[in-house]
């Protein structure tokens, strides 16, 4: 369960579109060069299906109960129109750490390097909102690699245990229906409303690459009309500074006269645009409490990364699906409580690393977990 799981929710509170971005992530370093050695360490993953919108269409479009529908159709006895809080536990696996590999026994296909896939066990916690002129939409996430991406430091490279990340998410929306107190942006039929889209990305992990990303995003929102569920289309700029751990002192490439090893935005990337389009299907024609949630997400190149920033980056993409059942309401009759979750990520060019010039870029990754609403 990933950081957009109330986004249908949200969007149909506040009448706009939901919350927009991705997590983002550090590309690979360089390509391998000996088992162990400069091998690159990675952030979050990206944000699941799963916590994108509700599960349930009951007697509302994305799965609000009739009470609390009732309740935001009346004056907000607060400052929030809607909020959800959300604990969840996902394995992910096997994942995909560009740069990460073993050895194969020599002479055969790609250097005698295999690609080191990465089981991660991820909590998060999670909450969303709605207020009077949009959403608002905070996640955190902290997700613990298999030993197969080993924790490290300046003077262990590879300790025994895994290592653990924390990714911090903040997403904004806000509606221009709903500043402007019109309708001249819903097209029935077509587009229910666009709103400007804002965010941040922060993450840290405890590897040798010692990444530290800060990311920001803007741009449009677009809600489409559908009858039930929802679709949004993101159209955004997305800029990002980064730390490498693997540049400096140490570098095959020695010192290189002008490149700035020491300050903390080590890399610095390009503004790109980012397209993403999310959605929520319900199903109710299985009978059950069953809904389909997914996004689908392209980020053109951002420029160049490596030991000395000398590989381009590629156009990404990933594109995740789940399948999310509301068990509460299935077993209890209580709804939007405690659901649970099964999908697949698909992620090529992984953080924009060239699969030329580094290994492990493309993940096929299960996914399955809980989650529990505590309001």
């Known amino acids: 369960m990933c950081a957009l799981y109330a986004a249908g929710l949200l969007r149909l509170a ?6 927009t971005g991705a ?7 360089d390509p391998p060069r000996a088992a162990g050695q400069d091998r690159v360490q990675t952030h979050a993953e990206k944000p699941g299906a799963a916590q994108r919108a509700s599960t349930r269409a009951d007697s509302q479009e994305t799965g609000i109960p009739l009470a609390a529908a009732t309740v935001m159709a009346a004056p907000p006895p607060s400052a929030f129109s809607f909020a959800d809080t959300v604990v969840s536990y996902r394995f992910q696996g096997p994942a995909a750490e560009p740069g990460l590999f073993v050895g194969r026994p020599d002479g055969t296909a790609k250097g ?4 080191q896939a990465v089981p991660k066990n991820v909590i998060n916690f999670f909450h969303t909102d709605s207020w009077d002129y949009g959403t608002t939409l905070i996640s955190l996430d902290i997700l613990r690699s298999g030993s197969q991406d080993p924790a490290g430091d300046k003077r262990i490279t590879a300790k025994d245990d895994g290592a653990t990340e924390i990714y911090l998410i903040y997403w904004g929306v806000l509606s221009l229906n709903r500043i402007f107190e019109t309708q001249t942006l819903a097209v029935p039929g077509l587009v229910r409303d666009v709103g400007l889209s804002f965010g941040a990305d922060i993450n840290s992990k405890d590897t040798t690459f010692d990444s530290e990303k800060r990311a920001g995003t803007f741009g449009l929102s677009f809600a489409f009309d559908v009858p039930t569920g929802f679709v949004d289309l993101k159209v955004q700029a997305y800029k990002e500074f980064s730390r490498n751990g693997f540049a400096g002192a140490g570098s095959i490439y020695g010192r290189v006269p002008g490149f700035d090893y020491s300050h903390f935005r080590s ?3 390009k503004m790109t645009p980012e397209f993403e389009v999310t ?4 199903l109710p024609f299985t009978g059950l409490p069953l809904s389909l949630a997914g996004f689908n997400t392209i980020i053109l190149p951002k420029g160049r990364y490596g030991g000395i920033n000398e590989n381009d980056t590629q156009i990404e993409f990933v ?15 209580v709804p939007n409580r405690v659901e649970i979750f099964a999908g697949f990520q698909y992620w090529h060019n992984k953080f924009g690393a060239d699969p030329r010039r580094t290994i492990n870029t493309e993940e096929k990754a299960l ?6 609403h505590l309001n």
């Open 14 to 19: 506040c009448g706009g579109s939901g919350p």
């Open 23 to 29: 997590a983002r992530a550090e590309p690979a370093a």
């Open 112 to 115: 005698g390097f295999a690609p």
């Open 267 to 269: 890399v610095e990337y």
């Open 279 to 282: 959605y929520t299907i319900p």
């Open 319 to 333: 594109s995740q699906t789940n399948l999310v059942l509301d068990v509460g309401q299935l077993f209890a009759r």
């Open 367 to 372: 996914i399955a977990g809980v989650a529990y």
